[in-house]
């Protein structure tokens, strides 16, 4: 039996794992602590019977909370089962050019997996030797660009200044900015979508809200992105977003005060954990996202990865990342635990 051809070239993203057993999990940047408590409530009060109909196709009242929070139109919202699907779909909406489309080197690894899919030629940029992203470099000819602000695994954030002179250069083809992590201490350029028409911001409700387990993340951008996202979503599948994940990510959006507690706590800790690092004489890259990339030191990043996995810890390993490990940021409890083990694993 033959599969289509299009498998041949296909090169499949590959999750962090989720273990089975019960581990300390610091490998794929969720969250550690709970979503708004009110959402409890909803789930508590939710009538079951709705659940024998589609949902809105069109997530109406999703879009127009987003809206009221962003003081835009709910026009230029989408919303996709998780990020992965909003970028999934602008891969195909945006990026199938003549022309390649321009990423960092080191970045979320799904870009490249999208331009295998759809046959998209694309172009890699090499971070700066301090890691941070170049965005001088990728002033060339270019079909559409993207790039993760802040960027994973690195946690390097691009200023709004930088960001704003990158657009004067490139208005032809879109530009769209992953800002996955962009709610643990960097400026978003939403409000730059006003000026600049081919500039799609995309961000999820996984990280900053504590919802990876409901796979909801969402694009803003003008309305002619927006209908020609909507365009292909609906070519594929009308009702991607369920009816209870749809109220879930209106509380949570609602409850800012919630979200701004929640993400100061994390980067509190984060800032916590990279000083301890860096007395141990790890090397520790500035982060502006709920994870930190370190290099630690007298033992190899792959040792390291093993022995705390031994110690009921998951962290993320890169083979391509010289010697550097990953550390999504866990509870203060966690973190305590991650430190004593470090120490008991260097002595
Ligand atoms: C930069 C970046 N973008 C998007 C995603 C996907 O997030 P989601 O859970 O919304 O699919 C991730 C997940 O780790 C990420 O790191």
Redesign the pocket.
């Given at each position: 039996m033959r599969m289509s051809y299009k498998l041949n070239k296909l090169n499949p993203y590959i999750p962090g794992e989720q273990p089975y057993k019960k581990m300390i999990k610091l490998n794929?940047?969720e969250n550690p602590y709970p979503p708004t408590p009110k959402i409890n409530n909803l789930l508590k009060n939710f009538n079951y019977y709705y659940l024998r109909l589609y949902p809105d196709p069109t997530t109406i009242n999703l879009r127009k909370t987003i809206a009221k929070i962003y003081n835009i139109k709910y026009e230029q919202i989408f919303i996709g089962n998780?990020?992965?699907?909003v970028?999934a779909l602008a891969f195909m909406t945006f990026f199938c050019q003549k022309l390649p489309v321009i990423m960092p080197t080191i970045?979320?690894s799904?870009y490249p997996v999208y331009c295998k899919l759809y046959n998209i030629k694309y172009k890699t940029i090499p971070l700066k030797t301090n890691f941070e992203i170049n965005l001088n470099k990728m002033n060339i000819p270019n079909g559409g660009i993207i790039f993760?602000n802040p960027n994973?695994p690195t946690g390097h954030a691009i200023s709004y200044i930088d960001i704003t002179n990158f657009l004067d250069i490139h208005k032809e083809y879109v530009v769209l900015i992953?800002e996955?992590?962009i709610n643990f201490g960097s400026e978003s350029a939403i409000p730059l979508i006003k000026k600049y028409k081919n500039l799609l911001i995309?961000n999820?409700?996984?990280?900053a809200y504590s919802l990876?387990g409901i796979?909801?993340?969402f694009a803003i951008g003008s309305t002619y992105l927006i209908k020609g996202l909507e365009k292909v979503k609906n070519s594929f599948n009308s009702y991607p977003i369920d009816i209870i994940s749809e109220l879930i990510a209106i509380e949570a959006i609602k409850d800012i005060k919630y979200l701004k507690k929640n993400c100061n706590y994390i980067i509190y800790i984060r800032d916590k954990l990279s000083n301890q690092l860096t007395n141990f004489g790890f090397t520790v890259l500035p982060s502006k996202a709920n994870f930190i990339l370190v290099k630690p030191i007298n033992i190899s990043a792959k040792e390291m990865f093993d022995k705390l996995r031994k110690h009921g810890i998951l962290i993320r390993y890169f083979n391509n990342m010289n010697n550097y490990i990953r550390i999504s940021i866990g509870t203060i409890q966690q973190m305590n635990y991650l430190i004593e083990t470090i120490k008991y694993i260097l002595k």
């Amino acid at each position: 039996m033959r599969m289509s051809y299009k498998l041949n070239k296909l090169n499949p993203y590959i999750p962090g794992e989720q273990p089975y057993k019960k581990m300390i999990k610091l490998n794929t940047n969720e969250n550690p602590y709970p979503p708004t408590p009110k959402i409890n409530n909803l789930l508590k009060n939710f009538n079951y019977y709705y659940l024998r109909l589609y949902p809105d196709p069109t997530t109406i009242n999703l879009r127009k909370t987003i809206a009221k929070i962003y003081n835009i139109k709910y026009e230029q919202i989408f919303i996709g089962n998780g990020s992965d699907e909003v970028l999934a779909l602008a891969f195909m909406t945006f990026f199938c050019q003549k022309l390649p489309v321009i990423m960092p080197t080191i970045t979320y690894s799904f870009y490249p997996v999208y331009c295998k899919l759809y046959n998209i030629k694309y172009k890699t940029i090499p971070l700066k030797t301090n890691f941070e992203i170049n965005l001088n470099k990728m002033n060339i000819p270019n079909g559409g660009i993207i790039f993760a602000n802040p960027n994973t695994p690195t946690g390097h954030a691009i200023s709004y200044i930088d960001i704003t002179n990158f657009l004067d250069i490139h208005k032809e083809y879109v530009v769209l900015i992953d800002e996955a992590y962009i709610n643990f201490g960097s400026e978003s350029a939403i409000p730059l979508i006003k000026k600049y028409k081919n500039l799609l911001i995309v961000n999820t409700l996984s990280k900053a809200y504590s919802l990876a387990g409901i796979r909801i993340g969402f694009a803003i951008g003008s309305t002619y992105l927006i209908k020609g996202l909507e365009k292909v979503k609906n070519s594929f599948n009308s009702y991607p977003i369920d009816i209870i994940s749809e109220l879930i990510a209106i509380e949570a959006i609602k409850d800012i005060k919630y979200l701004k507690k929640n993400c100061n706590y994390i980067i509190y800790i984060r800032d916590k954990l990279s000083n301890q690092l860096t007395n141990f004489g790890f090397t520790v890259l500035p982060s502006k996202a709920n994870f930190i990339l370190v290099k630690p030191i007298n033992i190899s990043a792959k040792e390291m990865f093993d022995k705390l996995r031994k110690h009921g810890i998951l962290i993320r390993y890169f083979n391509n990342m010289n010697n550097y490990i990953r550390i999504s940021i866990g509870t203060i409890q966690q973190m305590n635990y991650l430190i004593e083990t470090i120490k008991y694993i260097l002595k």
